[in-house]
């Protein structure tokens, strides 16, 4: 039973509990269930985080293999295919070392590709083992028709003419020096999504409950990304938390909203910039209850927070980022796909822009809706 915000404080007030608690609480249960779901399959296993740990040093001796797990390259069989009903369809066993959300970007990408190139019923990614993570299966799905055929059939792909391919809208969000996704990056992506990207309807489920019982459509998304980003975005890593909460709060006004979603990989950043904006009266700071790095690591290369906790949490700041009224992010692919996980009216806006000769913050005309 889904029971919105103002519900659950005002039973929150009756019982002695503050609403910060009833937060805390109904995201640690939303985060139960999903862990319930990835964790079916036992997701430290396969070519997990501490399988990829114990045996990275004589995996990766081979030059070949090491630009293959840094940089996403692939062998020549690297792309599988399976015949289902004499259709066709692709599937990429994703071993590249990356975050969840640069993972699903370029998975967007290929089927953006396959897409073009014609003849592949469906395209699909097979996160049995993805390298940061581990076996990710079960909240990243197979269809079933296409599952059960993929376990007898085991062919090298054939009716793909291209092993590489860029992820999807060429980086554009992702990295800096390159646009800000544009409206029909968006329109293709959210179609992308919906047609390819199969994740597991319970996960989703106890997502969009707690979205629903924190009223996210009336909030302002931010998503702030640092730790390992700045090689490819220094303009994150320069963002000061004064900054971070100024202009959240005139993104938050142009949205005519008084509550913020805060989601990013830096805690002792983040501290801060709740803090500023708790301080504005009247402002309310929701979090999901993502189990960030202690070292101050991207939480995905952190090898003592387990792959299954990572991906869920991933999963999670970008459901809950596309499900606010707008998004203010850094430059990072999870904000960028959460950006194609949001419906039409979604809003979304970088902190900084440094292709730009002319900064837009210093008009008072930005951000507008």
Same mark, same amino acid.
């Given at each position: 039973q889904v029971h919105s915000m103002e519900a659950l404080a005002s039973s929150a007030n009756s019982e002695g509990v503050t609403e910060i608690q009833v937060i805390e609480l109904a995201g640690k249960k939303a985060r139960q269930e999903i862990l319930a779901c990835v964790q079916i399959c036992g997701a430290e296993t396969g070519v997990g985080k501490e399988v990829l740990r114990a045996t990275q040093a004589t995996n990766l001796n081979d030059c070949t293999m090491k630009r293959i797990v840094r940089h996403g390259k692939l062998k020549p069989d690297s792309l599988r295919e399976v015949t289902v009903e004499d259709a066709c369809h692709l599937i990429w066993p994703c071993r590249q070392k990356a975050g969840l959300g640069a993972v699903v970007l370029r998975f967007l990408g290929l089927a953006e590709l396959a897409e073009k190139i014609g003849g592949i019923a469906g395209i699909h990614l097979d996160?049995?083992?993805?390298?940061?993570?581990?076996?990710?299966?079960?909240?990243?799905?197979?269809?079933?028709?296409?599952?059960?055929?993929?376990?007898?059939?085991?062919? #090298?792909? $054939? @009716?793909?003419?291209?092993?590489?391919?860029?992820?999807?809208?060429?980086? !554009?969000?992702?990295?800096? *020096? =390159? &646009?800000?996704?544009?409206?029909?990056?968006?329109?293709?992506?959210?179609?992308?999504?919906?047609?390819?990207?199969?994740?597991?309807?319970?996960?989703?489920?106890?997502?969009?409950?707690?979205?629903?019982?924190?009223?996210?459509?009336?909030?302002?998304?931010?998503h702030i990304r640092r730790t390992d980003k700045g090689s490819e975005a220094p303009s994150n890593l320069s963002i000061t938390v004064e900054e971070a909460a100024h202009k959240t709060l005139k993104a938050a006004a142009a949205l005519s909203v008084r509550t913020i979603f805060l989601a990013g990989d830096d805690s002792e950043f983040l501290a801060g910039?709740? #803090?500023? $904006? @708790?301080?504005?009266?009247?402002?309310?700071?929701?979090?999901?209850?993502? !189990?960030?790095?202690?070292? *101050? =690591? &991207?939480?995905?290369?952190?090898?003592?927070?387990?792959?299954?906790?990572?991906?869920?949490?991933?999963?999670?700041?970008?459901?809950?980022?596309?499900?606010?009224?707008?998004?203010?992010?850094?430059?990072?692919?999870?904000?960028a796909w959460a950006t194609l996980l949001s419906s039409s009216g979604f809003v979304w806006w970088h902190f900084r822009y440094p292709q730009s000769d002319d900064d837009p913050w210093t008009s008072s005309n930005f951000p507008c809706t």
């Open positions: 996160a049995t083992a993805l390298i940061p993570y581990g076996d990710m299966s079960a909240l990243l799905q197979l269809p079933l028709h296409v599952a059960e055929q993929y376990v007898l059939q085991t062919s #090298a792909c $054939i @009716s793909f003419p291209r092993r590489r391919w860029q992820g999807f809208a060429n980086g !554009r969000g992702c990295r800096e *020096g =390159r &646009a800000h996704l544009s409206e029909t990056d968006v329109t293709t992506g959210r179609r992308l999504c919906q047609q390819h990207l199969n994740i597991n309807q319970d996960a989703l489920r106890a997502l969009d409950n707690f979205a629903t019982a924190m009223m996210l459509s009336m909030a302002l998304g931010v910039v709740h #803090a500023l $904006i @708790s301080a504005d009266d009247g402002m309310r700071v929701i979090a999901w209850p993502s !189990r960030l790095s202690e070292r *101050g =690591r &991207a939480v995905h290369y952190d090898w003592q927070v387990p792959g299954s906790e990572a991906a869920a949490d991933a999963l999670a700041d970008a459901f809950c980022l596309s499900r606010c009224r707008g998004l203010l992010s850094t430059f990072s692919c999870l904000s």
